[in-house]
Nanobody, 125 residues
Framework: QVQLVESGGGLVQAGGSLRLSCAASGRTFSIYPMGWFRQAPGKERTFVAAITWSGGNTYYADSVKGRFAISRDHGKNTVYLQMTSLKPEDTAVYYC??????????????????WGQGTQVTVSS
């Protein structure tokens, strides 16, 4: 059974930084893409960033390009989301996700079959 556990969320002032972590278990983690999504109150869950199994390719939503960076550590079975220059509109619950479909579009939430419980990120103005 695949388990994804996020950590690292919290309250930060605008312009600040946070690093989210997602520890994975129960799957041969290293061969599958991983993604981060977020959901603000009353809104749909949307794509933030994704990374291929090798880490050689990364993808970002336009709203976070240049501010967020996704990375992975195969030895620790962990994927990270480094967030800088945070804005109040980044406030949301952030979820990591794992997909077994290595050929699908990893920017789409429908491509993912396992999700973490989420971690709250709140950016104050």
């Amino acid at each position: 059974q695949v388990q994804l556990v996020e950590s690292g969320g919290g309250l930060v002032q605008a312009g600040g930084s946070l690093r989210l972590s997602c520890a994975a278990s129960g799957r041969t983690f290293s061969i599958y893409p991983m993604g981060w999504f977020r959901q603000a109150p009353g809104k749909e869950r949307t794509f933030v960033a994704a990374i291929t199994w090798s880490g050689g390719n990364t993808y970002y939503a336009d709203s976070v390009k240049g501010r967020f960076a996704i990375s992975r550590d195969h030895g620790k079975n962990t994927v990270y989301l480094q967030m800088t220059s945070l804005k109040p509109e980044d406030t949301a619950v952030y979820y990591c996700a794992s997909t077994g479909d290595i050929y699908g579009d990893i920017t789409l939430k429908g491509s993912y079959d396992y999700w973490g419980q989420g971690t709250q990120v709140t950016v104050s103005s």
